[in-house]
């Protein structure tokens, strides 16, 4: 007998409660807001306006579904199954943070504070949840499929991403390494900079449109399905030993980026989840494309 659906509700501690965590009462935390000039009213209207989204989703779940929730600190230690529909209560970056650590589970994408948010990746208001639920639970529901990012090192060591992947020395300084865009000869060229960020169609409307924008690039944006991402690498440095030719391009699938570190160690992080990440020494290479898996976002 197979599993009934469990519903599983990802959220993240509001600005109110690290206000509270950090100075102990409510009072303290206006206190602390006054003296410079600002107010606690509004940091708590919203995250009264996020509890009441997370309640009205919740009460959502229909009686014979199980049940579950998960803060975004905890999601690299929790367990998400086949069966599973993942309901994303919060802002667009919640469902991409959520987005590398499931296998095809459906995602909802629910915005507690519409006209704050974007509304790209968190589409739905809490009233709308339980119609969600089911057509996301129905065979053939309206859903999207989103394109992601994978990293994959020599010594097996994996990442996937919604937005981006970035690629750097630990405290943002200097990176220095071999990088070798798919199908050229040789071990690469010698690059020393501030990181390489490789993005989908998905975060084109974040970091990685800026570095478009910064560029001048005359290559395409892609759209958050398309079968295509775009790389920059962030003020490469010429130098005796090091060059500039290759600081942009295009992956499109089966096709490959090639980083081979020469620093004592390089960071490889997806979506600003830097407390996650890879950690590759001198001589360790990643390779970088289009991910198998993609996001199932429901419409």
Known sequence: MSLAPRAVLVHRR?????????????????????????????????????????????AAVPLTWRSSRVERADLDRFL???????????????????????????????????????GVLVRHRSADTAALLHAAAAAGGRAQELTMVEAVADDTQRLLALNEIYLGAPGHQTARYRLCPDGEPGPGEAQASSGVLVGTGTGASGWLRSLWLERGSAAA?????????????REAWPSPTTGTAYVAGELGRGQQLRLTVESDRIVVFGDGMESDALELTWGQ?????????????VT
């Not at 290479?285 to 976002?297: N, Q, W």
């Open 14 to 58: 509001t600005e109110y409660e690290e206000l509270l965590a950090r100075h102990g009462t409510h009072g303290q935390a206006a206190f602390f807001l006054s003296s410079r000039g600002r107010s606690i009213d509004e940091v708590a209207r919203r995250h009264d306006r996020t509890q009441q989204a997370l309640r009205e989703v919740a």
């Open 80 to 118: 998400f199954a086949p069966e599973d529909v993942v309901v994303v209560v919060g802002q667009d970056g919640l469902v991409a943070n959520t987005a590398k650590y499931l296998h095809g589970q459906p995602v909802v994408g629910i915005d507690t504070d519409p006209g704050r948010n974007p």
């Open 221 to 233: 944006l892609p759209g958050p399905c398309d079968p295509r991402l775009l790389w920059f690498v």
């Open 285 to 297: 290479s990643v390779r970088l494309g289009i991910a198998a898996l993609s996001l199932h976002l």
